[in-house]
């Protein structure tokens, strides 16, 4: 039997991990084999996120600290419940489970919040299907970087062109 002050502290727990989320997510896990909760944590803590299966009470209780947390999953806290916590990107660990979803169809998952808002399903879903960082970052400087070999190749084109097909350094006399 669970004790008061474990409870305390497991809701205390629950509290401090709200805290350093970025986004959270709770999904029913009701139906699916432990190799393959197994499997799942381990391609949440790749992206830097957790899963922890909490008591329904108890997590309504660790809401109280958070009232935009407590407004999204309020209705969601019914049945078997895991919330996954992402510290990294958010829209990765929406695409670990959104893949993890398409492989095991027992997985559902509820809701989510991010930045204090409200996730559904749909907007789950599209955050999915979202670049990660660093792949937003190689398109920016990609965009950035254009223009000016653009331009490189343009010059070095006129510079054929007038040098009837040679670039100046192999038209330049040998001695």
Known sequence: MITRADKEQEIKLITEKFGKAKGAFIVDFKGIKVEQVTSLRKKLNASESEMKVVRNTLAKRAFKDHPAIEKAFATSMKGTNAIVFSYGEVNA????????????????????????????DAKIKFLATLPGKDQLRAMFLGVLNAPGSKLARCLNEYAKKLGGGDTAAEAAPQA
Do not use: H, N, R
């Not at 670990?96 to 559904?120: P, Y």
């Open 93 to 120: 660990t929406a695409k670990t489970l959104a893949d993890f979803a398409k492989d095991v169809e027992v997985l559902q998952i509820k809701s989510g919040v991010m930045d204090g808002e409200a996730l559904d």
